[in-house]
């Protein structure tokens, strides 16, 4: 019944392995995204992605790209990765007309 | 970056009333104020949002002032569950495609709620 789930909860890595997190979402939305939340909490949008638009904050180093097979999965793959990914990392979706965006657990990544 | 300004942290009673203020002095004619929380190791939950009128729902109310420039979310009745950050956030309810329509977060108003 979870509306947004991402795997794995927890992901222990180490520097320069390349990594995916996964992202499903049942509500029907049309739009996802991904959030990085760092240690300090400030929490910032990664990428959002409606059908075929892809906004990429522009802050976002290349080494993430989402992947998206259909529409209610946004999956996050990131290669090469550094000490300063570790963080956690939230899936998120929403439409046109829902109220607000529903957001999954988070991911922790510790990458070491 | 965000468009509001928040208090960094507020305490409340536990029973009594939270009243979280939020300015938004430069808040557009389209943009509604929208209110987010996120407790501790769970991702942030939509509370509430609004345009204009005051609004309420079964988790709070929210008080727009009439310039729109700033607001209040309202927890009746705070619990020690209530204890969160607590984002307000202003942007257009649509989507209008592009990064106009998505959620920017600050730094947000952390409650403490205390027994």
Redesign the interface.
Known sequence: DTAVSQTPKYLVTQMGNDKSIKCEQNLGHDTMYWYKQDSKKFLKIMFSYNNKELIINETVPNRFSPKSPDKAHLNLHINSLELGDSAVYFCASSSRDSYGYTFGSGTRLTVV | DAKTTQPPSMDCAEGRAANLPCNHSTISGNEYV?W?R?IH??????II?GLKNNETNEMASLIITEDRKSSTLILPHATLRDTA?YYCIVRPM??Y???QG????G?GTKLSVKP
């Open positions: 929208y987010y996120q190791s769970q991702g942030p939950q939509y949002h950050v649509m989507n495609g592009g990064s998505n959620l920017i977060f730094k």
